[in-house]
């Protein structure tokens, strides 16, 4: 069992950054894959990031809604048990609860952005971006 544990959200306001942590604990992190998503008041729960597991020779893959392009990074510290977000240029409608979701074994096509294919969630963070 992985329990994952959000951190970092806030109020902050647009063209502000921020950086969201995720920690996990119970599995071994460096096999799972990782995604960020996220849910406004109102609307579904919609992917913003994810990256793979690490793979030693080819490292790991990173993927990204468009909205979030050029804006938000998602890394990972093995060593720590931690996936990050980070979330520059931020804009009003990035406004939303976010969560952290890992799945065991690999993605494909675009698994990374669908949530009944991650097997655990953190319990979420608030961003709140102001105009």
């Known amino acids: 069992q992985v329990q994952l544990v959000e951190s970092g959200g806030g109020l902050v306001q647009a063209g502000d950054s921020l950086r969201l942590s995720c920690a996990a604990s119970?599995?071994?992190?460096?096999?799972?894959?990782m995604a960020w998503f996220r849910q406004a008041p109102g609307k579904e729960r919609e992917f913003v990031a994810a990256?793979?597991?690490?793979?030693?020779?080819?490292?790991?893959?990173?993927y990204y809604t468009d909205s979030v392009k050029g804006r938000f990074t998602i890394s990972r510290d093995n060593a720590k048990n931690t996936v990050y977000l980070q979330m520059n240029s931020l804009k009003p409608e990035d406004t939303a609860v976010y969560y952290c979701?890992?799945?065991?074994?690999?993605?494909?096509?675009?698994?990374?952005?669908?949530?009944?294919?991650?097997?655990?969630w953190g319990q979420g963070t608030q961003v709140t971006v102001s105009s």
């Open positions: 979701a890992a799945r065991k074994g690999s993605y494909s096509g675009r698994d990374y952005a669908d949530t009944r294919l991650h097997d655990y």
């Open positions: 119970g599995g071994t992190f460096s096999t799972y894959n």
């Open positions: 990256i793979s597991w690490t793979i030693s020779w080819t490292g790991t893959n990173t």
